[in-house]
Nanobody, 124 residues
Framework: QVQLLESGGGLVQAGGSLTISCRPSSGTPTRYAMGWFRQVPGQEIEFVAALSRNSAIIKYGDSVKGRFAISRDNAKKIVYLQMDSLEPEDTAVYFC?????????????????WGQGTQVTVTV
């Protein structure tokens, strides 16, 4: 069952920008912290970004600091990930996740609901 739905992935040239979004399916709560993770086939899933309900607390993975920006629109129940200065190393499947507590964390195990992922491919 789809819990969260990501959209906006696709092809982009190195140095370019792309924004992906996430929204919940029916019955999926997004009241608390939300996060983004990414995974390359055959590799361990990597934390990208997370934020609290009111966006007062925001965390980023070291590899994306200064280039990516996470935000949310609580009225529309949408979370965004703006990706700038994209590099080929950013190529991955990006997953949206919803946490069950107010404090955003970097640990995958703390997130209860997940999307199917959206592919982001950065070309040289």
């Amino acid at each position: 069952q789809v819990q969260l739905l990501e959209s906006g992935g696709g092809l982009v040239q190195a140095g370019g920008s792309l924004t992906i979004s996430c929204r919940p399916s029916s019955g999926t709560p997004t009241r608390y912290a939300m996060g983004w993770f990414r995974q390359v086939p055959g590799q361990e899933i990597e934390f990208v970004a997370a934020l609290s309900r009111n966006s007062a607390i925001i965390k980023y993975g070291d590899s994306v600091k200064g280039r990516f920006a996470i935000s949310r629109d609580n009225a529309k129940k949408i979370v965004y990930l703006q990706m700038d200065s994209l590099e080929p190393e950013d190529t991955a499947v990006y997953f949206c996740a919803a946490e069950s507590t107010v404090v955003p964390t970097t640990a995958r195990s703390q997130y209860t609901y997940w999307g199917q992922g959206t592919q982001v491919t950065v070309t040289v």
